[in-house]
């Protein structure tokens, strides 16, 4: 799908923000950043807007968690969360020494019951290589419409090609179930063979 399409089925639907919390990757003088994507989607004719903050501790986490979930940041309705990750688990900090892991339990207790009409996605690697129970408890728990992920170690580029078409492709629908199972099949019909690459999988309310 060109932009232009993108476009003309944008305007049809109200913008949807994103709310980044973002991991320091690497060495302080050359770490990567997904904020350059995001500006990409701010600056094209979509429009997406976008909070941005670097997380480094436990606390910084549960402060912009809690951030996300009021009322006044109901217009970034996106959370993406760009972490280290294994199985079930999101890290964070120089993983070098002892990084900071914190669970899907841990992070559905802060979460719980806050995240109504809202979409998580965790850009990690591994993070969502849980059973499709667990996501949906997840997502119960939460009161999210959905999650999305990968399941296995994921390529910077590749994965963030994904990522790009995932924040757009929510432009063009309602945030609903119904919705999302529209983006999804989307994601799976044009980017199929690479979303299966990856592992990519997206867990929506009901099934």
Request: with cysteine; proline share 3%; glycine share 8%.
């Amino acid at each position: 799908m060109l932009l232009r399409d993108y476009t003309i089925l944008h305007a049809r639907t109200k913008v949807r923000g994103i709310f980044c919390l973002e991991t320091d990757w690497s060495e302080v003088r050359a770490t990567p950043s997904v904020e350059p994507m995001l500006e990409l989607l701010r600056r094209c004719p979509l429009k997406i807007p976008f909070i941005h903050r670097n997380v480094v501790t436990m606390d910084a986490l549960g402060y912009y968690l809690s951030k996300w979930t009021q009322k006044r940041h109901a217009d970034h309705p996106i959370l993406y969360m760009a972490f280290h990750g294994i199985e079930g688990e999101v890290q964070f900090g120089d993983l070098r020494g002892k990084p900071t892991r914190v669970s899907l339990d841990e992070l559905e207790e802060s979460l719980a019951g806050k995240c109504q009409g809202r979409v998580i996605h965790f850009g990690c690697c591994q993070t969502i290589g849980v059973s499709q129970r667990r996501l949906q408890r997840f997502i119960d728990a939460t009161g999210a419409l959905a999650v999305s992920g990968y399941g296995k170690d994921i390529d910077w580029v590749r994965s963030a090609v994904l990522d790009l078409a995932l924040f757009a492709g929510i432009q063009q629908n309602t945030m609903t179930v119904s919705g999302l199972r529209a983006v999804r099949r989307r994601m799976l019909i044009r980017h199929g063979r690479e979303a299966r690459s990856l592992a990519w999988r997206m867990a929506i309310r009901g099934g």
